[in-house]
């Protein structure tokens, strides 16, 4: 007995709440929160306001068991009405039994009849606020009527439980529907909202006489005779045929370089608007507003319903999905580009070249000691490159992607002077091909970070991306761009300028591609000056130079960049092998020129009171390799002292410095000839940076890091030297930097006023890198120093960076032209009459400047932005249709500003009133688009006459209303005769395939 398990008893509680009492308490919870227990007195309704208004929505879940639901409040955002204001004290009601609610005045309303964007419901029932419990996303339908009436008790026991008096509906049956029943109750009276739904009308009930019928039998008015009905009546009718409307693009060109492209007809500009008409209907709606039913017949046999006699007309258009717009067509193709990764090779076959390559290049290695310079750094060899340009130059003209003709046409158009036999001169510059260029165009170009709009970069920009859509794809474009770089060294190694670039260094306002293209240019304007100078230059190597700091870089940052150091330790003994094969006392690159070269400067100091406070040493803008050499040579240098340098002959003198005298001699001093500093690319300055930030921050780095910078003072200080011999270092100050040289009067009387300088305190620290600099620097003119920027070396990295591009990171570096061609494209075609058109592009502006000054570009961006770019277009193209359509052939200004200005509301509004109705300029445009649809319709010819009686008559003006709209409403006391006056009112919906009535029914609760 002992192992017998104790009974258990189960109590069941049946005071526990059910979950249908915990679905109403919930109900009742989410209705105090949402404080819908006391009603507000609200403003009246002004006439379109549920349109132009705006609606706030709160929602929240709720369960019935394991039945999740969703409720949402539908409210018109109001200032409720008080005491205060003077509305309020006008509109407000007492609180009593007789008192009209909120929600029956609002069904009773007829501002705000036939909404052009509202709620449904509010459209169906008038109403301003209601409440909406629907089944969650996920859950299934409810389609049964045990379950519809489940809910609607409950939604009644907890609208009486907490005196809610805002409308609470319940969504039944399948959501496409749209089938809602609801009840609100109010002191003594309740209302009904019922709903019937069908695909198809039902004969005697296709008129208005038959829809008055049921409507009175729900009614079943207790009082004779019935109080009659108020009625409004709205007809819409659908245009579809535009008969009278031109094609958005021209037919294309067959005799024109891309032959059967729609829109494009050149590689010159790109591509706009739609292919397609963008406008697909015109919705015409004529509405009769608060009729008596006695004033107006509809049957089956008659109607006085005539469009062109209805008082009130509006219009709106629904646009076609998915066009198809040329210019986002191209940049979306062109983009897809980025994704790819073959290299030009790839596309091209380079394999068919390869046995002819392999016997050429044991030759080029064997004589590459003899007729290559030495560098330290890896890049394709002359002889290499130029038998690589010579075998790709061998596919044949069957296998090429671009037919030679029109590849002809390409170079042609990119480079205009390759048709003429002079090509040693720069025959255009930027912005010489426009007469004019806007403010707008102007300020753009500033904004982005791209090519001037005339430039080779943008023209390549352009015509690659046609010919990547119109011209053979991936293929065709590494084709040209093949073309285009072998173009590159044949300018470079025959001295040819680049034309379509600015002259000057490499602008770091514009994309990386045009500042290699200008940083090309620059090296062969700095080897034709040396040619027409008469200037020799020893090409040889400056390795040893480099390698010898690099050790001392090496060294100086083990402390600091302990992984960097070990990584580059390989590439430093590899240097340093390399280096011990060249002769060292021929390492160096020199300037071997003639006097001449006094009537040229490369840079000028030109002006005492001009120069600037150089309070940074001016290597900034040196080649870092060039500086690293240059600065490698200050440790091994010997003083030049004052008194032998006196004995010396000026040597490269360009023009005396104003009346300045030398401090120490009565001669005049001399602004000597010097090197101009050497261009950088943005690529190059974030290289020369992170190499001056690898030397860290140690005494040895530091001092390290300043010799760098000072190559450039170097040469300057040296030149000096060599053109005023017996100088000092406040000599050079006084021209170089003149705020460092400070001047006092004289204090001693016999000084009789003079002015005695010195140098200013931070000339004076000791270990001041400029006289350092100053001590070691040796009186050499400009026409004996190294190099501070070796054209030869640069040249061939930017041929080396461009001929290792793909194809893909091409399309990449050619966006920020495209965008920039793109939005020019939008704001010669931009409509000043669509507001939102104007802040449209207005963004695209904005984020054009982000996405193409990001340090990193990124293809997701331009996406994005080439969303905004199609959606510009597409409104562009929506606004020319329109306008085609409602052309006004008058000499009338104001009716054809009314109508520029009816044409533009159509894309901003959903819905636009037509002033004047049939009568007015629009709406004769709109009357004539229809009647001459419906003759097209009716295969009838233009020229037969028919007249405006047999037009009415016969209805042949306009189709058959696509659908028709009719609200009934009266007051009538129910059920009994002696109950209270209600509200009652029927939305009626007639379409094709759907009949639906939506009717909100009160009655009397207290007197029944």
Same mark, same amino acid.
């Given at each position: 007995?002992?192992?017998?398990?104790?009974?258990?008893?189960?109590?069941?509680?049946?005071?526990?709440?059910?979950?249908?009492?915990?679905?109403?308490?919930?109900?009742?919870?989410?209705?105090? %929160?949402?404080?819908?227990?006391?009603?507000?007195?609200?403003?009246?309704?002004?006439?379109?306001?549920?349109?132009?208004?705006?609606?706030?929505?709160?929602?929240?879940?709720?369960?019935?068991?394991?039945?999740?639901?969703?409720?949402?409040?539908?409210?018109?955002?109001? *200032?409720? $009405?008080?005491?205060?204001?003077?509305?309020?004290?006008?509109?407000?009601?007492?609180?009593?039994?007789?008192?009209?609610?909120?929600?029956?005045?609002?069904?009773?309303?007829?501002?705000?009849?036939?909404?052009?964007?509202?709620?449904?419901?509010?459209?169906?029932?008038?109403?301003?606020?209601?409440?909406?419990?629907?089944?969650?996303?996920?859950?299934?339908?409810?389609?049964?009527?045990?379950?519809?009436?489940?809910?609607?008790?409950?939604?009644?026991?907890?609208?009486?439980?907490?005196?809610?008096?805002?409308?609470?509906?319940?969504?039944?049956?399948?959501?496409?529907?749209?089938?809602?029943?609801?009840?609100?109750?109010?002191?003594?009276?309740?209302?009904?909202?019922?709903?019937?739904?069908?695909?198809?009308?039902? =004969?005697?009930?296709?008129?208005?006489?038959?829809?008055?019928?049921?409507?009175?039998?729900?009614?079943?008015? =207790?009082?004779?005779?019935?109080?009659?009905?108020?009625?409004?009546?709205?007809?819409?009718?659908?245009?579809?045929?535009?008969?009278?409307?031109?094609?958005?693009?021209?037919?294309?060109?067959?005799?024109?370089?891309?032959?059967?492209?729609?829109?494009?007809?050149?590689?010159?500009?790109?591509?706009?608007?739609?292919?397609?008409?963008?406008?697909?209907?015109?919705?015409?709606?004529?509405?009769?507003? $608060?009729?008596?039913?006695?004033?107006?017949?509809?049957? @089956?046999?008659?109607?006085?319903?005539?469009?062109?006699?209805?008082?009130?007309?509006?219009?709106?258009?629904?646009?076609?999905?998915?066009?198809?717009? /040329?210019?986002?067509?191209?940049?979306?193709?062109?983009?897809?580009?980025?994704?790819? !990764?073959?290299?030009?090779?790839?596309?091209?076959?380079?394999?068919?070249?390869?046995?002819?390559?392999?016997?050429?290049?044991?030759?080029?290695?064997?004589?590459?000691?003899?007729?290559?310079?030495?560098?330290?750094?890896?890049?394709?060899?002359?002889?290499?490159?130029?038998?690589? *340009?010579?075998?790709?130059?061998?596919?044949?003209?069957?296998?090429?992607?671009?037919?030679?003709?029109?590849?002809?046409?390409? /170079?042609?158009?990119?480079?205009?002077?390759?048709?003429?036999?002079?090509? #040693?001169?720069?025959?255009?510059?930027?912005?010489?091909?426009?007469?004019?260029?806007?403010?707008?165009?102007?300020?753009?170009?500033?904004?982005?970070?791209?090519?001037?709009?005339?430039?080779?970069?943008?023209?390549?920009?352009?015509?690659?991306?046609?010919?990547?859509?119109?011209?053979?794809?991936?293929?065709?474009?590494?084709?040209?761009?093949?073309?285009?770089?072998?173009?590159?060294?044949?300018?470079?190694?025959?001295?040819?300028?680049?034309?379509?670039?600015?002259?000057?260094?490499?602008?770091?306002?514009?994309?990386?591609?045009?500042?290699?293209?200008?940083?090309?240019?620059?090296?062969?304007?700095?080897?034709?000056?040396?040619?027409?100078?008469?200037?020799?230059? !020893?090409?040889?190597?400056?390795?040893?130079?480099?390698?010898?700091?690099?050790?001392?870089?090496?060294?100086?940052?083990?402390? #600091?960049?302990?992984?960097?150091?070990?990584?580059?330790?390989?590439?430093?003994?590899? !240097?340093? !092998?390399?280096?011990?094969?060249?002769?060292?006392?021929?390492?160096?690159?020199?300037?071997?020129?003639?006097?001449?070269?006094?009537?040229?400067?490369?840079?000028?100091?030109?002006?005492?009171?001009?120069?600037?406070?150089?309070?940074?040493?001016?290597? +900034?803008?040196?080649?870092?390799?060039?500086?690293?050499? /240059?600065?490698?040579?200050?440790?091994?240098?010997?003083?030049?002292?004052?008194?032998?340098?006196?004995?010396?002959?000026?040597?490269?003198?360009?023009?005396?410095?104003?009346?300045?005298?030398?401090?120490?001699?009565?001669?005049?001093?001399?602004?000597?000839?010097?090197?101009?500093?050497?261009?950088?690319?943005?690529?190059?300055?974030?290289?020369?940076?992170?190499?001056?930030?690898?030397?860290?921050?140690?005494?040895?780095?530091? &001092?390290?890091?300043?010799?760098?910078?000072?190559?450039?003072?170097?040469?300057?200080?040296?030149?000096?030297?060599?053109?005023?011999?017996?100088?000092?270092?406040?000599?050079?100050?006084?021209?170089?930097?003149?705020?460092?040289?400070?001047?006092?009067?004289?204090? @001693?009387?016999?000084?009789?006023? %003079?002015?005695?300088?010195?140098?200013?305190?931070?000339?004076?620290?000791?270990? $001041?890198?400029?006289?350092?600099?100053?001590?070691?620097?040796?009186?050499?003119?400009?026409?004996?120093?190294?190099?501070?920027?070796?054209?030869?070396?640069?040249?061939?990295?930017?041929? &080396?960076?461009?001929?290792?591009?793909?194809?893909?990171?091409?399309?990449?570096?050619?966006?920020?032209?495209?965008?920039?061609?793109?939005?020019?494209?939008?704001?010669?075609?931009?409509?000043?009459?669509?507001?939102?058109?104007?802040? /449209?592009?207005?963004?695209?502006?904005?984020?054009?400047?982000?996405?193409?000054?990001?340090?990193?570009?990124?293809?997701?961006?331009?996406?994005?932005?080439?969303?905004?770019?199609?959606?510009?277009?597409?409104?562009?193209?929506?606004?020319?249709?329109?306008?085609?359509?409602?052309?006004?052939?008058? +000499?009338?200004?104001?009716?054809?500003?009314?109508?520029?200005?009816?044409?533009?509301?159509?894309?901003?509004?959903?819905?636009?009133?037509?002033?004047?109705?049939?009568?007015?300029?629009?709406?004769?445009?709109?009357?004539?688009?229809?009647?001459?649809?419906?003759?097209?319709?009716?295969?009838?010819?233009?020229?037969?006459?028919?007249?405006?009686?047999?037009?009415?008559?016969?209805?042949?003006?306009?189709?058959?209303?696509?659908?028709?709209?009719?609200?009934?409403?009266?007051?009538?006391?129910?059920?009994? =005769?002696?109950?209270?006056?209600?509200?009652?009112?029927?939305?009626?919906?007639?379409?094709?395939?759907?009949?639906?009535?939506?009717?909100?029914?009160?009655?009397?609760?207290?007197?029944?």
């Amino acid at each position: 007995m002992a192992d017998e398990e104790p009974e258990v008893f189960e109590i069941t509680d049946f005071t526990t709440a059910s979950e249908w009492e915990r679905f109403i308490a919930r109900i009742e919870e989410l209705i105090h %929160e949402w404080k819908l227990t006391s009603p507000v007195s609200l403003s009246p309704l002004k006439k379109g306001e549920y349109s132009s208004g705006t609606w706030e929505d709160t929602t929240d879940t709720l369960k019935f068991a394991d039945f999740p639901f969703t409720i949402v409040r539908h409210c018109l955002k109001q *200032a409720p $009405n008080g005491p205060d204001t003077e509305e309020g004290a006008t509109a407000m009601v007492e609180e009593d039994e007789n008192a009209i609610p909120q929600p029956l005045q609002d069904i009773l309303s007829m501002e705000n009849d036939f909404p052009s964007r509202a709620h449904c419901l509010s459209r169906w029932y008038g109403i301003r606020d209601f409440v909406v419990i629907s089944p969650g996303a996920t859950s299934e339908a409810v389609t049964s009527e045990t379950r519809i009436n489940i809910l609607m008790s409950s939604i009644a026991i907890a609208v009486n439980n907490t005196g809610c008096q805002v409308p609470v509906f319940i969504q039944g049956h399948q959501k496409w529907r749209r089938l809602y029943y609801g009840l609100c109750e109010f002191p003594g009276v309740r209302t009904s909202f019922d709903m019937v739904h069908l695909k198809r009308i039902p =004969p005697q009930y296709n008129h208005l006489s038959g829809l008055l019928d049921v409507f009175k039998g729900k009614l079943a008015s =207790p009082i004779s005779p019935p109080p009659p009905v108020t009625v409004s009546v709205r007809f819409t009718y659908v245009l579809q045929d535009w008969t009278q409307y031109a094609w958005p693009q021209a037919p294309p060109d067959i005799e024109s370089v891309t032959e059967d492209e729609i829109g494009c007809t050149d590689f010159e500009t790109l591509p706009f608007g739609a292919c397609e008409d963008p406008v697909s209907e015109l919705h015409l709606s004529t509405t009769w507003p $608060n009729l008596s039913e006695e004033m107006i017949v509809d049957n @089956d046999t008659y109607t006085d319903l005539d469009p062109l006699q209805a008082p009130q007309w509006s219009v709106r258009v629904q646009m076609s999905e998915d066009v198809l717009c /040329l210019l986002g067509d191209y940049l979306d193709e062109f983009i897809a580009v980025c994704y790819r !990764k073959e290299s030009t090779d790839q596309l091209l076959g380079r394999h068919t070249f390869q046995e002819e390559e392999k016997d050429n290049a044991d030759v080029s290695k064997a004589l590459q000691r003899l007729t290559e310079p030495t560098v330290s750094y890896n890049l394709p060899s002359i002889s290499n490159v130029m038998t690589s *340009a010579s075998s790709k130059m061998k596919m044949k003209a069957e296998d090429a992607p671009i037919p030679e003709p029109l590849l002809n046409k390409l /170079l042609q158009f990119l480079f205009p002077d390759s048709v003429n036999e002079d090509k #040693t001169e720069q025959t255009s510059t930027i912005g010489s091909s426009k007469s004019e260029t806007s403010d707008v165009t102007k300020d753009l170009g500033r904004q982005l970070k791209s090519a001037p709009v005339d430039s080779l970069t943008h023209k390549l920009a352009i015509c690659c991306c046609i010919l990547n859509h119109s011209g053979g794809g991936l293929r065709a474009l590494a084709h040209l761009w093949q073309e285009f770089v072998l173009e590159m060294r044949y300018r470079w190694e025959n001295d040819y300028y680049i034309i379509g670039l600015e002259k000057g260094s490499p602008n770091l306002g514009t994309s990386l591609l045009h500042q290699k293209l200008q940083m090309l240019n620059c090296c062969i304007d700095r080897k034709k000056t040396r040619s027409a100078l008469g200037l020799e230059v !020893k090409h040889t190597s400056i390795s040893d130079n480099i390698e010898e700091l690099g050790k001392q870089v090496k060294s100086s940052g083990q402390d #600091t960049k302990g992984k960097n150091s070990e990584k580059n330790t390989g590439k430093d003994a590899a !240097k340093e !092998k390399e280096g011990e094969d060249d002769d060292d006392d021929d390492d160096d690159e020199f300037y071997e020129c003639q006097e001449s070269m006094s009537q040229v400067s490369l840079a000028k100091k030109t002006s005492v009171a001009d120069s600037s406070d150089s309070t940074s040493l001016l290597g +900034e803008d040196c080649d870092n390799e060039e500086a690293i050499s /240059l600065a490698s040579d200050l440790s091994g240098s010997t003083d030049v002292r004052y008194e032998d340098s006196v004995t010396l002959q000026p040597e490269g003198r360009l023009r005396p410095c104003g009346e300045l005298k030398l401090l120490r001699r009565d001669e005049i001093l001399y602004i000597p000839i010097t090197q101009e500093p050497a261009p950088m690319t943005e690529d190059m300055l974030a290289e020369h940076a992170e190499v001056l930030a690898n030397l860290g921050s140690s005494v040895e780095g530091t &001092h390290l890091r300043a010799r760098m910078q000072s190559a450039c003072l170097l040469s300057d200080m040296e030149a000096f030297k060599a053109a005023n011999p017996g100088c000092i270092l406040e000599d050079f100050v006084r021209w170089y930097s003149p705020r460092d040289y400070i001047e006092e009067e004289d204090a @001693d009387q016999d000084s009789q006023g %003079e002015k005695k300088g010195q140098l200013s305190q931070r000339m004076q620290i000791p270990g $001041n890198m400029w006289v350092e600099v100053w001590h070691n620097a040796k009186p050499v003119p400009v026409r004996r120093q190294k190099r501070l920027f070796d054209d030869t070396k640069e040249a061939e990295k930017v041929l &080396h960076f461009l001929a290792s591009l793909k194809p893909g990171q091409l399309a990449l570096h050619l966006m920020p032209m495209l965008i920039h061609g793109a939005i020019i494209k939008l704001q010669e075609n931009n409509d000043s009459s669509i507001p939102s058109l104007n802040t /449209l592009l207005q963004q695209i502006q904005t984020k054009s400047s982000k996405v193409t000054r990001a340090p990193d570009q990124d293809v997701k961006k331009y996406e994005d932005l080439l969303n905004q770019l199609r959606l510009a277009e597409l409104v562009i193209a929506r606004g020319r249709s329109l306008r085609n359509k409602f052309q006004w052939e008058t +000499e009338d200004k104001a009716h054809q500003g009314h109508i520029e200005e009816f044409a533009s509301k159509l894309l901003e509004q959903p819905e636009v009133e037509v002033a004047g109705g049939a009568r007015g300029p629009a709406g004769a445009i709109i009357h004539k688009l229809f009647a001459e649809a419906q003759k097209s319709a009716n295969m009838m010819m233009n020229g037969m006459p028919v007249s405006p009686e047999d037009n009415i008559k016969n209805g042949s003006d306009f189709p058959k209303p696509a659908g028709r709209e009719y609200i009934l409403r009266t007051v009538v006391p129910r059920p009994a =005769p002696y109950s209270r006056p209600s509200a009652q009112r029927m939305f009626c919906v007639l379409l094709r395939d759907e009949f639906r009535l939506a009717g909100a029914f009160s009655s009397d609760t207290t007197f029944t």
